[in-house]
């Protein structure tokens, strides 16, 4: 057995998997505290346990089943695969692109034996994290006194612990057979999203219920397990797609030949190499992407723009029209639940058309979604120059620090804008389209709020990439403000000891108003765009008194 | 702006905490020539570099560059600057071409017959995605990027890593000529034969000091040869010995071997005056042996 390919693997992980699965153990202790405030008797007396179920909330349960259902159920499975997959997808097809798999084979090793020895660790490290999130599910309920009665943590930790094997192993697999790194966690995140969308919305509609189990989703929630137990025929159906894709990878690593270092090629390069489109090309993936800083920054990151500016165009156009497939009697139900289990589906009114949007696009999709942009951006803006060791090559040339610091912000603004623009056009065709009573102008506002508020978050990454010069850290800070303030602003106002302190989350400025009803908040539109611009304009002197690296 | 030295270090100071990097560092580097900064690895060339681009702050000292202040007239001093840092690390993603046309745009634009020019000199290939380049092909888009602005000074940071021979005496030849024109270069590098080549001074920086500032010639003569001398008919050790300079001399028939650190002038006329000389062979690893001496802790010079 390769143990040191082996253990090299864990040893990379080990630290994001530590990260992910105690902020996740965190945020159910933070769940739990709050819940606890709260009088969630309503549950119990008013909703049919159908509705309980699908929530992931179990019907003899208390604040355990909604903090489980909140946290676990969808963070907690969306943050293990999101790991398994980077694993996975970079387990043989990195160590290529990095050109480090000829390094490694170099030494009396095989093929198969490298690929075993990643599985193996892919496995290990997975089942590390979901470890760590078992001992929190055990341990909080116990310190906060929590009654745990009709929850089956060991069924969910189960389920969860195969689900994200099965995207880990679909990123593996195809990553591995086509050598292509981006191409394996691309698509196993699409699957992962779309599937996870498929498997929750179609079983809401009348007739297209049992088309969610076309989606691996299905098998993760479909029974339910935090109430039902495990079912085990669920957790054989995920087996068999973690065995096939696993020998997808076997298969494909063996009969091709391996890549050597290289970069990847976009659909730009191919048709600036085709004579009939190169000229156009040349100018557009040539000349004008590195006409100045920000462009050259932009074109950076335009995969991520496309995937993302994508993502809430669709959305946004799927939403409305999906929203008229839902029964009457689904939306009537919603609209009486009450505050504390609103707060979980991202304190929306789900029995409106515009509470129903808001839930499904605007409170949480739409958020993930640019601030992993704005984030992404900002965290790289000035780190990753240092990290690449590109800096001292820029900086050899006649710019300001300031200089840079504004053109890395220009790209970000540009992007954020997009996606801004992509959501409200998406929202406002969908709702046109069915004939949706939500006001443009309004969607125009959340939407426009949305982007400044990833703007504040991005301008956050940037500020503390420019301290530190690495970017790890800036996404990292980042991401668990951006964390910290969403909780602050979906939970802290149930519990009346927490709820002044809802008031200072960014969140609370982009959604607190409820701008999808009440229109433009001008005040905290211009308190989201002062805070960006406030960390824009800080960054410059943490970046000028830093010696640089790279 | 001529009449300034190119670069002027006055107690230049860098700490990294505890570590020292840069310790009182005077060195002036003039106008018109290629000055060669050797010393081995870690010694703080990078460091003195990286100090006086501003990318790092002295911890104290100053540094002028074209009589420009380091750290106020940063901007203004890579204007006039061509840097090519160790290590190169471009933009994978880029062409060569994109990488000459972004430096270009943030420089206010270059002279493209010059570029093209440089490219064709140097045989780089500009088309290919800059992270499908080996080394050595990489390096000359780095050299394109450092030559193209014709700028007064070119700071290059272990320039020649991955060049052929070929290349780098083309590499060589373009320093030369910027030299010829009144510009100067300062070539950091580990290897003497490359400075000794192309250089006219040299500065010796070990342990953080400057151990010693010398021009080539200096060194050369202060250098001790291995000479190899072979004539049509046997020859006398005592014709030798009595050049200044030489030691350990070894007669075997038509051949004589010596250690040598005088004046080759002198020894060949003495040479040729009394013999037919048929060939000469001089072995230049004791000029190594002097630099591995500067480079050793503790040497004494």
């Known amino acids: 057995m390769l143990a040191n390919v082996f253990t090299k693997s864990l040893r990379d992980r080990t630290l994001s998997m530590l990260i992910g699965s105690i902020s996740l153990g965190i945020m159910l202790w933070f769940g739990m505290v709050v819940y606890r405030d709260v009088d969630i008797g309503f549950y119990y007396e008013n909703l049919p346990p159908a509705i309980l179920d699908l929530m992931g909330i179990p019907a003899t349960g208390d604040v355990a089943g909604i903090a489980f259902g909140a946290m676990y159920n969808l963070m907690g499975a969306f943050t293990l695969a999101g790991l398994a997959i980077s694993m996975g997808a970079y387990a043989i097809a990195g160590e290529e692109s990095d050109g480090t798999f000829g390094l490694l ?94 498997a929750s919305l179609l079983p809401l509609t009348e ?95 335009q995969g991520l723009l496309v995937i993302a500016g994508s993502i809430m165009f669709y959305l946004g156009l799927l939403m409305p029209i999906f929203y008229t497939f839902i029964p009457e009697e689904f939306t009537e139900l919603v609209a009486s639940f009450p505050d504390a289990l609103i707060a979980m589906i ?124 690495r970017s790890r850290v800036a996404s990292g800070v980042s991401t668990g403000v951006a964390l910290l303030a969403y909780f602050m602003f979906s939970f802290f106002p149930l519990s009346e000891t927490f709820a002044p302190w809802a008031q200072l989350s960014p969140f609370t400025l982009y959604l607190g108003s409820n701008p999808l009803v009440n229109g433009m908040a001008l005040v905290d539109g211009v308190i989201l765009a002062a805070v960006f611009v406030t960390l824009v304009a800080v960054s410059v002197p943490l970046f000028s008194r830093r010696d640089l690296r790279g | 702006m001529s009449e300034q030295p190119a670069i002027l270090t006055e107690t230049l100071t860098k700490h990294y905490g505890e570590v020292k990097a840069l310790v009182d560092l005077d060195l002036e580097v003039r106008m018109g020539e290629v000055f060669g900064f050797l010393g081995p690895n870690g010694a703080g060339k990078t460091t003195m570099i990286r100090t006086i681009l501003d990318l790092i702050h002295p911890t104290s000292g100053r540094a002028s560059i074209l009589g420009l202040d380091s750290r106020e007239d940063a901007v203004e001093i890579r204007r006039h600057v061509g840097y090519l840092p160790s290590d190169l690390s471009m933009y994978p993603n880029l062409t060569g071409r994109d990488m000459i046309t972004y430096f270009s745009n943030l420089r206010g634009g270059v002279d493209k017959a010059y570029v093209d020019d440089l490219a064709e000199r140097l045989q780089a290939d500009l088309a290919k995605k800059v992270g499908d380049l080996s080394s050595g092909n990489r390096q000359k888009v780095g050299l394109i990027l450092t030559f193209m602005s014709r700028p007064q000074l070119l700071i290059m940071d272990e320039p020649s890593t991955g060049l052929d021979p070929l290349m780098q005496r083309e590499f060589q030849m373009m320093m030369r000529e910027v030299a010829v024109e009144g510009r100067s270069v300062f070539l950091s590098s580990h290897t003497l034969s490359e400075v000794q080549r192309v250089a006219d001074r040299v500065g010796i920086i070990r342990n953080a000091r400057l151990v010693d500032v010398e021009f080539v010639d200096d060194l050369r003569s202060k250098a001790i040869r291995t000479v190899e001398l072979q004539f049509d008919g046997p020859v006398e050790a005592d014709v030798f010995a009595a050049v200044p300079g030489v030691r350990d001399v070894e007669v075997a028939s038509h051949h004589a071997t010596m250690s040598f650190d005088g004046k080759m002038d002198t020894l060949l006329r003495t040479a040729t005056e009394h013999y037919t000389l048929v060939d000469v062979n001089t072995q230049e690893a004791d000029l190594e042996e002097i630099f591995l001496e500067y480079y050793r802790e503790g040497a004494t010079v």
């Open chain 1, 105 to 198: 084979l170099g030494n009396p090793l095989s093929r198969q034996g490298v690929l075993i020895s990643k599985a193996a660790s892919l496995l290990v490290m997975t089942a590390f994290g979901t470890l760590v999130l078992w001992g929190f599910g055990l341990v909080v309920p116990g310190i906060l006194d929590v009654d745990m009665s009709g929850i089956d943590v060991t069924a969910l930790m189960l389920a969860l612990f195969f689900n994200a094997l099965v995207y880990g192993f679909l990123a593996l697999g195809l990553a591995t057979f086509t050598g292509n790194r981006s191409l394996g966690s691309g698509v196993a995140v699409a699957v992962m999203l779309i599937g996870y969308l498929g």
């Open chain 1, 207 to 301: 007739n297209l219920g049992d088309w969610a189990r076309v989606f691996p989703w299905y098998y993760f929630s479909g029974s339910n397990p935090v109430v039902n137990g495990t079912d085990w025929g669920h957790i054989t159906v995920m087996a068999g797609m973690i065995v096939a894709f696993f020998g997808l990878a076997f298969v494909g690593l063996i009969r091709r030949d391996l890549r050597e270092k290289s970069v990847d090629r976009t659909i730009f390069d191919r048709l600036r190499e085709n004579p009939k489109t190169q000229k156009v090309m040349e100018k557009i993936a040539g000349s004008a992407r590195v006409s100045r800083i920000s462009t050259k920054t932009a074109s950076e990151f």
């Open chain 1, 346 to 469: 991202g304190g929306a009114d789900m029995g409106t058309a515009a509470g129903f949007l808001q839930a499904e696009i605007f409170s949480i999709t739409g958020p993930v979604t640019i601030l992993v942009v704005t984030i992404v951006m900002g965290a790289r803006a000035l780190a990753a120059e240092e990290e690449r060791h590109t800096m001292g090559l820029l900086l050899g040339n006649p710019i300001t620090r300031s200089h840079l610091v504004v053109e890395k912000s220009v790209a970000m603004v540009v992007y954020a804008v997009i996606i801004g623009l992509a959501t409200f056009l998406g929202t406002w065709l969908g709702s046109l389209i069915v004939g949706l009573d939500v006001s443009g102008s309004n969607l125009a506002a959340t939407s426009g709020l949305l982007t400044l508020m990833g703007l504040a978050f991005g301008g956050l990454a940037l500020a503390v990439g420019a301290a530190t010069g």
